[in-house]
């Protein structure tokens, strides 16, 4: 009878902390997406770009303004936007990806391309992108969240100045790759 307990007790246990961290960190195996996607304005803004994630994640294009929505699935907003990306096209997808999601851009005009992801959450971006050609770190990023502590503040901006074609990104090496990409077309 005191096994039982015990073992009752620690399922008890198990089970409130793993629904605190469900909630706590929004984490879930079915994804609750907050926005959903414009799909006459993705179909709109596809007729010049088109971004294909593999695995498939749920995405957006909204304006480059402030005040603009961060992800599909958080309450986070870029509060602050270098003059360089304001009006121009942000894939908006989700918060934090799982390891291995690789990006496929097509455009089908010439734009500059903005790619930026967060310091520590980058999915390791950081060192993807130290190998990819043609892109240069930019050092004015943009900055989510500014009002709530300093999570949103240090990210990481890479630029491409991109004809016509396919662009490449590599698949993350890390769970978390905090990423959005904007395009300013030409």
């Excluded at 399922?11 to 984490?27: A, E, M, N, P, S």
């Excluded at 010049?48 to 603009?68: A, S």
């Excluded at 089908?108 to 980058?122: E, I, N, R, Y």
């Amino acid at each position: 009878m005191k096994i039982n307990k015990i073992l009752f007790l620690l399922f008890l246990i198990t089970t409130v902390f793993l629904i605190t961290k469900q909630l706590i960190h929004g984490k879930s195996k079915n994804l609750k997406l907050l926005y959903k996607p414009n799909n006459e304005f993705v179909s709109k803004i596809e007729k010049n770009v088109l971004v294909t994630t593999n695995p498939k994640i749920k995405y957006n294009y909204d304006f480059m303004n402030p005040g603009v929505i961060q992800h599909l699935d958080r309450n986070y907003t870029y509060d602050y936007i270098p003059q360089e990306l304001e009006g121009g096209i942000i894939f908006q997808g989700i918060h934090r990806p799982k390891k291995g999601l690789s990006i496929k851009i097509e455009l089908f005009k010439p734009a500059l391309v903005f790619f930026f992801f967060h310091h520590s959450v980058d999915g390791g971006y950081t060192e993807i992108f130290k190998s990819l050609g043609g892109w240069s770190l930019y050092e004015d990023t943009p900055k989510y969240d500014i009002h709530n502590g300093d999570h949103g503040l240090n990210m990481i901006m890479y630029k491409l100045d991109a004809t016509k074609g396919t662009y490449y990104i590599p698949p993350t090496l890390k769970d978390k790759a905090c990423f959005n990409i904007v395009f300013k077309f030409k």
